[in-house]
């Protein structure tokens, strides 16, 4: 596998469909990066809202889906993020089937992967998942490594937003000279930027990390399926 000649790539993942997903799209969308968001259509609307920390953190409503998430990828989170692997078979399924089917009505596009509420799954939420034609699904797991992923379905990514090793990763990956395809993939919530104050850490991210000739810059379809 290579992206266009290339053979590193960079994705993001984020979770939830919250109003800073705004914010957060406005800094990616400024330094060139795509991301994958992971939405609850049975909760995209502000009413669902929850305060952490004192931070209010609002869902985004569907109808305002396609506008926001322009340009990035919209991808299954369930309809109303439960822990799936406690549910029975056939909520399973309709929590995954009707996730895919909004969000596919309101988008007008494929839906082809989803991460799992809370990173938690077991077997038979990833046979529901594949059964619902859902080709890779992200976890909580995080490597810190730009290995390609041996399992879609249970797919880790290199590092949340808040590691504190994200520095050295960003370091370690622009110098990289590989001979193999290495995929860098970011995940987060975007609320976190505003509970833990640290907005700068992602521009800082963005900004150290694109421009560069040799990267392709991705969704995680773009990255995971091409």
Same mark, same amino acid.
């Given at each position: 596998?290579?992206?266009? #000649?290339?053979?590193?790539?960079? *994705?993001?993942?984020?979770?939830?469909?919250?109003?800073?997903?705004?914010?957060?799209?406005?800094?990616?969308?400024?330094?060139?990066?795509?991301?994958?968001?992971?939405? +609850?259509?049975?909760?995209?609307?502000?009413?669902?809202?929850?305060?952490?920390?004192?931070?209010?953190?609002?869902?985004?409503?569907?109808?305002?889906?396609?506008?926001?998430?322009? #340009?990035?990828?919209?991808?299954?989170?369930?309809? *109303?993020?439960?822990?799936?692997?406690?549910?029975?078979?056939?909520?399973?399924?309709?929590?995954?089937?009707?996730?895919?089917?909004?969000?596919?009505?309101?988008?007008?596009?494929?839906?082809? #992967?989803?991460?799992?509420?809370?990173?938690?799954?077991?077997?038979?939420?990833?046979?529901?998942?594949? %059964?619902?034609?859902?080709?890779?699904?992200?976890?909580?797991?995080? *490597?810190?490594?730009?290995?390609?992923?041996?399992?879609?379905?249970?797919?880790?990514?290199?590092?949340?937003? +808040?590691?504190?090793?994200?520095?050295?990763?960003?370091?370690?990956?622009?110098?990289? %000279?590989?001979?193999?395809?290495?995929?860098?993939?970011?995940?987060?919530?975007?609320?976190?930027?505003?509970?833990? +104050?640290?907005?700068?850490?992602?521009?800082?991210?963005?900004?150290?990390?694109? #421009?560069?000739?040799?990267?392709?810059?991705?969704?995680?379809?773009?990255?995971?399926?091409?």
């Amino acid at each position: 596998m290579n992206w266009q #000649g290339r053979l590193k790539a960079l *994705t993001f993942s984020y979770d939830d469909g919250v109003e800073q997903d705004v914010r957060l799209i406005d800094i990616f969308n400024r330094y060139g990066m795509k991301c994958t968001f992971n939405l +609850n259509s049975g909760q995209a609307s502000p009413s669902n809202s929850w305060t952490r920390d004192g931070v209010t953190i609002r869902r985004i409503d569907s109808s305002r889906y396609p506008d926001i998430y322009q #340009g990035h990828e919209p991808a299954c989170h369930s309809l *109303t993020h439960p822990r799936l692997e406690e549910l029975p078979d056939i909520e399973i399924d309709r929590q995954l089937r009707e996730d895919k089917s909004n969000l596919e009505h309101w988008f007008g596009v494929k839906i082809q #992967g989803m991460a799992y509420p809370y990173g938690t799954y077991d077997e038979r939420v990833i046979s529901a998942a594949s %059964k619902n034609g859902l080709r890779y699904a992200r976890t909580t797991i995080s *490597t810190r490594s730009f290995d390609m992923p041996a399992d879609l379905m249970r797919l880790p990514a290199t590092c949340h937003h +808040n590691d504190p090793a994200l520095p050295d990763l960003i370091d370690r990956f622009l110098a990289l %000279k590989p001979d193999q395809p290495a995929l860098f993939y970011i995940w987060g919530h975007s609320y976190e930027f505003d509970i833990d +104050n640290s907005w700068k850490v992602i521009e800082d991210a963005c900004a150290a990390l694109s #421009g560069h000739d040799d990267i392709f810059y991705g969704t995680n379809a773009q990255t995971l399926l091409s």
